[in-house]
């Protein structure tokens, strides 16, 4: 349970509160930026049992309310599927940050539009993607409570795993 403005907003469990100071240290003061997420720039983490993850920071343009960003922190720690990118924490201190699982193999736009010949990828690989990618998107429009209408699908919000397995990301009301 967080404490907010004598109202407590309940956070589940399993998702971690971080330090603002955590998170500078975790992305070694910001250096490995992957890419911009619709919450802000994301970058590559390393937490202190060796986890590597991803760190979505808020823009300065994007910054809502505190009570809001922990009601959106509550409802993202509730919504689990094989095939949507898991929220691991967060940090509510000098910036709003989410901490999220790393996906090694980057967006699927990354492998779509690379500009190496090994990017290609083969069919099998871009039917298991495709199903993966319907299958999250499935659970959020239907399957979870209350149902989350995924607002910019686009391939560069389809991320992969070292498998080569699609995880649907920016999901929530940050997205």
Same mark, same amino acid.
């Given at each position: 349970? /967080? ?8 956070? &589940? ?17 910001? /250096? ?13 983490? $390393? ?31 509730? !919504? +689990? +599927? ?5 929220? =691991? ?7 709003? #940050?989410? #901490?999220? &699982? ?8 990354? +492998?779509?539009?690379? +500009? ?6 083969? $069919? !099998? ?5 495709? =199903? ?9 429009? &239907? ?9 910019? #699908?686009?391939?560069?919000?389809? =991320? =992969? ?15």
């Amino acid at each position: 349970m /967080t404490p907010m403005m004598g109202k407590v907003i309940p956070i &589940e469990r399993h998702v971690q509160t971080f330090s603002y100071k955590e998170i500078q240290t975790a992305t070694k003061n910001f /250096t490995t930026e992957l890419g911009k997420g619709g919450f802000g720039p994301v970058y590559k983490g $390393w937490l202190d049992d060796g986890c590597i993850v991803a760190i979505n920071v808020s823009s300065k343009i994007f910054h809502q309310g505190s009570k809001e960003f922990l009601n959106e922190i509550d409802l993202l720690s509730r !919504v +689990h +599927h094989k095939s949507l990118v898991r929220l =691991l924490g967060y940090s509510n201190e000098e910036k709003q #940050v989410l #901490v999220y &699982e790393f996906m090694s193999k980057g967006s699927l736009f990354e +492998h779509l539009h690379g +500009h190496s010949k090994n990017s290609v990828l083969p $069919w !099998v690989t871009r039917l298991r993607i495709i =199903l993966n990618a319907a299958q999250g998107l499935s659970y959020l429009h &239907e399957g979870c409570s209350p149902q989350i209408i995924h607002r910019d #699908v686009k391939s560069s919000n389809i =991320l =992969l795993n070292d498998q080569m397995e699609a995880k649907i990301s920016d999901f929530g009301i940050f997205g």
